[in-house]
């Protein structure tokens, strides 16, 4: 029979119905991203402040470099995180690129060609053979076939495919997994040859339907920018009601201490003056308040962490995922090559006498030839130079397993009967060397007729209860048992052979527990993550699996069915998902439902996935993580891809995540130190009629100092083991904790007072040249103030007494933090009239370093009495 299209029908088709290439979900460009990065909240307030900043210059009341610098703090912080997350993006294209570079073997003008899966179209003729890829919609011409469509609908079990009959008339849906007629696009053959007719392609197929769906975005802010939402608001307040105090103190001040009523009452516009000078004055208190290194050093930290994380098997396509990462509660993983391997293997060799063997090479005399000639002349699966193909997954496994064992047998199959779901065994006659029928197949179906097992001396021995115990123990740990005999008889027909038969053993076959993933999984728990593992498989194999894993550990865990979840009402859900542990027989429906109920109880919940049919929940999730083995749909619809498929890598992803927020905190901690300090000052200053302590151009070094240098100081911190240690964040919770307010407070406030008594206390002045200008105390302020702050940096970048701790995994730190301290040594000499500085003796650099050291025993002692 002739299949397939002329190269005109192909251009016709794919004219009415379009091609094969799903429709690419919009990328997000450079300068789009660069655009909705500037919609975070503390970049907000930074344009803001510049525009102020812009409108006093104009003013006469800055100078134009203040400007400049807020405006470099907030293109340096965009430009990074946007470029972060492009090149990561990138990288995930060319990854779903090398993914659709699928070939098909297709039949056209009469011949079988080679095609790119997006080249298919409609009434396409396309051969399927052992491990393709369907790769479009379409109906059985031709043959038979096993699919796996569990990447579509997450059954694990294989789907039989055969002809559509001429007469059937199709009234069904089009998304019917279970009809027997129909493949489908993302599914695999697993077993058997056929030739296909495509119906829908692109789009129109149910897998492009799915990606479609997936277009809407999801609106859901992430912890941390609902926490930086009210950090920014937090700080806008304490700016304006700074600012404000500080304006009325100055004009109480003039009031009060300087006869202004008197100059008021004769000129009234000395009094509007002095109002616009107020105004002025609050309104730099205002800028000075908002920490402009901060958006900057969120967008380091995340650009490293990024970088590190990609070297581990984990891309992060969005930012927003590996910060989302470290603030979750819940996760809901899937079992099979996430928490598993992901493929079957035989784990165990039983004989007749219950004795175990690990491994076939242990399994010895003629024990050991028929168990080879089992596995190697009984099976449709083939070995292929290095890989195992053909057959079903159980065979493959099998014949995996028994590639060390493997013997030449000078002997020919005479017949066979192939293995199918319904029948549960398969049988093969061999003659030559061998005149026997090799038999294998469920436990209940061999087992009873087996009378005797052939031991290892070799002989043939009456067979015990004991191999009953063995199956029924080996099915208590979820290990699916295939057992083997051979009988003297040969196959006639169907019909196996009659009489009894000789047991061979039994082999234990599972989808094992990664090792990796049980210290992974225990180490998620203890950082406070409920793990939730849903699965498809039953619910007893399922407990078993979650035992080993670790996720099951007590009475009080629930373990559910799909058909027990979907019976509770979504208020009972809420009651109990805390103690939710396993949820076996899984629809993807469940997991979207269970995604949602978790987020209405205010927790950031984690999915796992790597179907179409997980996609929804992915996308629905506060953090999808897609495998790196899915389908293509899955990975668009997450924000991290699991490259290495496994949970280890997910456990890394937490806690690059909470370094990130620690990050985040270190540096919040340092930087609000300054500016509450800086308030403080400005606040006193006027009060007690002095002028500014700082001038414009030294302020402006204090800000990078602050900014840049700071942010690439404290975004270089390890991923810290003790990290996982910690609770989980509230997704409410106030990113300034009452240790950060302790640590501010304290600093801001000794800065203050030692800042106090360096301006006006006599005796400090003592320590400095007398100058009328009293310019080598304001170098020596100048100096103290840079100073102090890198000592706070060691203060703020831990929580430990030892404030080396872990400093060796930082080791852009003290670089930075010497880069400070020789760059204000050179400007303290040098910096001349332009930074207001004029060198210092010996004993001046003693004075103001011991009084910027102070800041250490202070914060030690704070640290102590809070009990660190």
């Not at 984990?314 to 927003?320: D, N, Y």
């Not at 199956?471 to 008889?489: D, F, K, Y």
């Not at 370094?659 to 200053?685: E, G, P």
């Amino acid at each position: 029979m002739a299949y397939g299209l002329t190269t005109a029908q192909v251009e016709e088709s794919r004219t009415k119905y379009g091609g094969n290439r799903l429709t690419e979900q919009e990328i997000e460009g450079f300068w789009s991203k660069l655009k909705d990065n500037f919609g975070d909240p503390m970049i907000r307030i930074l344009c803001v402040a510049l525009v102020i900043n812009v409108v006093l210059f104009f003013l006469g009341q800055t100078e134009w470099y203040e400007s400049a610098g807020i405006a470099v703090a907030v293109i340096l912080a965009t430009f990074v995180s946007t470029f972060s997350e492009y090149r990561n993006e990138n990288a995930f294209q060319k990854l779903q690129e090398e993914a659709s570079r699928i070939k098909c073997k297709v039949y056209r003008d009469g011949k079988i060609i080679d095609l790119p899966i997006d080249d298919i179209v409609t009434g396409d003729c396309v051969l399927l053979q052992s491990g393709d890829k369907v790769p479009a919609d379409g109906i059985l011409l031709e043959g038979e076939i096993k699919t796996d469509q569990s990447a579509l609908n997450g059954e694990s079990h294989e789907a039989k495919k055969i002809p559509m009959p001429s007469d059937y008339q199709d009234q069904e849906a089009q998304m019917d997994f279970l009809n027997q007629y129909k493949i489908f696009r993302g599914s695999v053959v697993c077993g058997g040859n056929a030739v296909a007719e495509v119906r829908a392609v692109g789009d129109a197929a149910v897998y492009g339907q799915i990606a479609s769906e997936l277009q809407i975005d999801d609106d859901r802010d992430s912890p941390l920018k609902v926490k930086l939402s009210k950090l920014a608001g937090n700080i806008s307040t304490f700016g304006y009601i700074g600012g404000a105090t500080i304006a009325l103190a100055f004009l109480f001040q003039r009031v009060m201490f300087q006869d202004a009523m008197t100059l008021y009452s004769a000129n009234w516009l000395a009094a509007v003056q002095d109002v616009v000078r107020a105004v002025m004055l609050a309104v730099i208190i205002i800028v000075m308040a908002v920490p402009e290194g901060l958006p900057l050093m969120i967008a380091l930290v995340s650009a490293l962490n990024m970088g590190k994380m990609l070297r581990d098997n984990v891309l992060v396509r969005k930012i927003v995922g590996i910060e989302t990462a470290g603030s979750l509660n819940v996760l809901f993983s899937d079992k099979t090559g996430t928490i598993t391997k992901g493929q079957l293997e035989v784990v165990t060799f039983v004989d007749g006498s219950g004795k175990a063997y690990d491994s076939p090479s242990g399994v010895e005399g003629e024990l050991g030839r028929l168990l080879s000639l089992s596995i190697h002349c009984n099976m449709d699966a083939v070995v292929s130079g290095d890989s195992v193909i053909g057959g079903n997954a159980t065979e493959r496994a099998v014949l995996s397993y028994g590639a060390p064992i493997a013997k030449k047998f000078n002997v020919t199959k005479a017949a066979s009967i192939p293995f199918n779901s319904e029948n549960k065994y398969s049988a093969t006659t061999v003659e030559g060397e061998y005149k026997l029928t090799l038999i294998k197949g469920a436990p209940e179906k061999i087992l009873a007729r087996c009378k005797t097992y052939c031991d290892a001396r070799s002989q043939e021995t009456p067979l015990s209860g004991i191999i009953e115990e063995k199956v029924n123990e080996l099915a208590g740990r979820a290990i699916r048992v295939l057992a083997l005999a051979v009988s003297p008889s040969r196959l006639e027909g169907e019909a196996l052979p009659e009489g009894d038969w000789v047991l061979v053993g039994i082999l234990g076959i599972r989808d094992e527990v990664r090792p990796e993933s049980i210290g992974a999984i225990r180490e998620v728990q203890s950082a406070g993550v409920q793990v939730v593992m849903i699965t498809g498989d039953r619910k007893d194999t399922a407990v078993a699996i979650a035992k080993e894993a670790g996720i099951l550990k007590g009475d009080a865990d629930i373990v559910l069915t799909s058909d027990e979840l979907a019976a509770m009402s979504d208020e009972e859900v809420k009651d109990k998902l805390e103690k939710f542990r396993v949820v076996a027989r899984a629809l993807p429906s469940d997991k979207s439902r269970l995604v949602r109920l978790a987020q209405e109880l205010d927790k950031v919940a984690g999915m796992t996935g790597d179907g179409v049919n997980d996609s929804p929940a992915l996308k629905k999730a506060d953090v999808g993580f897609a495998m790196g083995g899915g389908t293509e749909v899955a990975k668009e619809a997450s924000d991290i891809v699991i490259m290495d498929n496994n949970f280890a890598s997910i456990d890394k992803a937490i806690l690059y995540g909470r370094t990130i927020f620690n990050s985040i905190r270190k540096f919040i901690i340092f930087q609000l130190t300054i500016n509450v300090s800086a308030v403080l000052i400005s606040f006193a200053a006027p009060l007690l009629g002095m002028d500014p302590p700082l001038t414009i151009t030294q302020i402006l070094w204090v800000n990078l100092v602050m900014d840049t240098l700071a942010a690439l100081a404290f975004g270089g911190e390890p991923a810290l083991a003790r990290f996982m240690h910690e609770k989980p964040k509230r997704r409410d919770e106030s990113i300034v904790n009452g240790y950060m307010w302790s640590a501010i407070l304290t600093g801001a406030l000794w800065t203050f007072a030692v800042s106090m008594f360096l301006l006006l206390a006599p005796a400090a002045q003592s320590y400095f040249q007398a100058d009328a200008e009293k310019k080598y105390l304001l170098t020596g302020f100048f100096t103290f103030y840079i100073l102090l702050a890198v000592f706070n940096a060691f203060n703020a970048r831990t929580e430990q007494l030892n404030l080396f701790d872990s400093i060796g995994g930082n080791r852009g730190f003290p670089r930075v933090i010497l880069l400070i301290v020789v760059i204000q040594i050179i400007m303290t000499y040098y910096g001349g009239a332009i930074l207001s500085c004029y060198g210092l003796t010996a004993e001046e650099w003693i004075a103001v370093t011991l009084c910027a050291f102070s800041i250490i025993p202070i914060d030690l002692i704070r640290k102590k009495i809070r009990g660190v």
